[in-house]
């Protein structure tokens, strides 16, 4: 599979990724090399990950414990003091072997340590693969609100093995799925139809897909790197979803969320502001519903849920001058950033959602 080429990196894919992770480590000639993993991916990723480096260099791992709640400044304090005692420098290089979390969380660590050394993200969930690792976000959480910290600063390489895929459970499957559904949405109506007939694919439809996927993602960074324009359209159902997912994560009597299920319901809400504001069809809207309550499990949400959500959303990354910033869209592959809409339209798009799954 070719790879992917941005302005100052390359995506590789499987077995070309490690003939270019093994050539760059040989070239830069590091003092030592670093290996990021959660404890999920020490136990299922690393073994095989090894096998495929070839380096005489020392390598040291280091382990955080998985799970949103530990994508935070503390997390990255443990990671920051476990290199200086292992006498990391300059020239030493952070490996980033893991889902969301560890590639966000690393390239940060990796962005600010002795400010700045070089890292390379190997994204071990669907999620990271077409979201995470690409595009240079990195960063943590303050306390629940997502990603308040953080730095855009690309790594010098991408390599997307999608044998690890075999390690995820099928909700982990479905969450990285929501951020393809997204790509659909935003950019292509026909990636979005083939994405929600699951019936039909296989295992090397699903390589294609996640090489679109990384395509539509890269081509929208390269031509917004820094979020002032269209890079924006990214964030479409992450309003909304970022806020649901923070108070699901805060919330002791709520089931948590994870990140992609909290964006189906973030893009359901925001395809009804959508149909709402800017004319989005009603067809469309009922038929991406359909398709979205089919493959996720339903999320009920009550009365008094609506407050503390819509109270989030003033953390959200896109607001300005007080004003809550939504992406929503004319019409799929049309999407319109800078949407103002109000708290009674939102509450109405939650009534929407409940009637959509009963």
């Known amino acids: 599979m ?21 050539r760059y480590i040989d070239d830069h000639n590091f003092s030592k090399v670093f290996i990021l993993v959660d404890s999920n991916t020490h136990e299922h990723c690393l073994q095989a990950f090894m096998s495929q480096l070839q380096s005489s260099t020392t390598i040291e791992i280091i382990e955080i414990d998985a799970g949103e709640q530990f994508k935070t400044i503390d997390t990255c304090v443990g990671v920051w003091n476990a290199l200086s005692e292992l006498n990391a420098d300059r020239k030493s290089i952070l490996l980033n072997l893991g889902g969301g979390v560890v590639t966000d969380l690393g390239g940060f660590v990796a962005s600010t340590f002795k400010r700045g050394i070089k890292y390379v993200n190997i994204p071990t969930s669907l999620l990271a693969m077409v979201d995470a690792s690409v595009g240079g976000k990195t960063g943590v959480d303050l306390g629940v609100v997502k990603n308040q910290i953080g730095v855009i600063n690309s790594g010098d390489m991408v390599l997307i093995d999608t044998s690890y895929l075999d390690t995820l459970p099928q909700n982990q499957l479905k969450s990285g799925l929501a951020e393809m559904l997204k790509h659909g949405l935003i950019k292509d109506n026909r990636y979005f139809e083939t994405l929600t007939d699951l019936s039909k694919l296989t295992l090397n439809d699903l390589d294609e897909l996640i090489y679109e996927s990384v395509e539509i993602k890269k081509n929208i960074v390269t031509e917004d790197p820094n979020e002032e324009g269209i890079r924006k359209h990214l964030n479409f159902g992450h309003t909304l979803g970022h806020a649901i997912e923070s108070y699901f994560l805060e919330s002791v009597n709520k089931v948590q969320l994870l990140h992609g299920e909290a964006i189906i319901i973030g893009m359901i809400l925001e395809c009804y502001l959508s149909a709402e504001l800017l004319n989005f069809p009603s067809d469309d809207l009922d038929r991406i519903t359909k398709a979205f309550n089919t493959i996720y499990k339903p999320v009920n949400f009550n009365d008094e849920d609506y407050a503390p959500i819509i109270e989030l959303l003033k953390y959200d990354k896109k607001n300005e001058n007080g004003n809550i910033n939504f992406v929503l869209l004319e019409a799929i592959g049309q999407p319109k950033i800078d949407c103002l809409v109000s708290n009674e339209l939102i509450k109405e798009a939650f009534q929407f959602y409940n009637n959509s799954i009963s």
């Open 2 to 22: 070719k790879s992917i080429e941005t302005k100052t990196y390359k995506v590789h894919f499987n077995s070309t990724g490690y003939e270019a992770l093994n």
